[in-house]
């Protein structure tokens, strides 16, 4: 029996795959317990155009990321960090505040989870900070750290 699976199943496939089972194993366990339904004509048709749709979400979100990595390729951040004496610093700047201050300097909302720091800033100066928009795209902010 062809079996269109509802949700991830170990040992059978990931959802919306079409798999073959034994009949007593698909009456018995996978439609009873709703984690697949039978492959009629309907749920074949149903299947293709949520996949399509789903395709074309993704294609939208990709062109989204692209347009955002494009706006905010060549924005430069200022961040203020407290020094003591010879210049030593307080702390370090952390993505929340990169987050804050793209959002209040340039009016660009991005989740601090996005941003990519390979190590904390902890010195003045600039410094070139990843922003992982989505897995196939990543833009690139400036950050100024300088004195409070």
Do not use: C, W
Not at 5 to 23: F, M, R, S
Not at 96 to 118: G, M, N, R, T, Y
């Amino acid at each position: 029996m062809k079996v269109i699976l509802l949700q991830d199943e170990k040992k059978l496939g990931k959802k919306g795959d079409l798999v073959e089972v034994n009949d007593g194993y698909a009456r018995n366990y996978i439609l009873p317990k709703k984690i697949g339904i039978e492959a009629t004509a309907k749920n074949l048709n149903d299947l293709k155009l949520r996949k399509a749709g789903e395709e074309k979400r993704a294609k939208e979100q990709l062109e989204a990321a692209k347009a955002l990595a494009a706006e905010i390729g060549g924005k430069t951040v200022t961040v203020s960090m407290k020094a003591g004496e010879n210049g030593k610093t307080f702390g370090s700047i952390s993505t929340k505040e990169i987050a804050a201050a793209l959002k209040s300097q340039h009016d660009i909302e991005v989740d601090k989870k996005k941003i990519v720091l390979p190590e904390a800033i902890k010195t003045f100066g600039v410094f070139e900070v990843g922003v992982k928009l989505h897995p196939q795209v990543t833009g690139t902010i400036r950050v100024k750290v300088e004195e409070a």
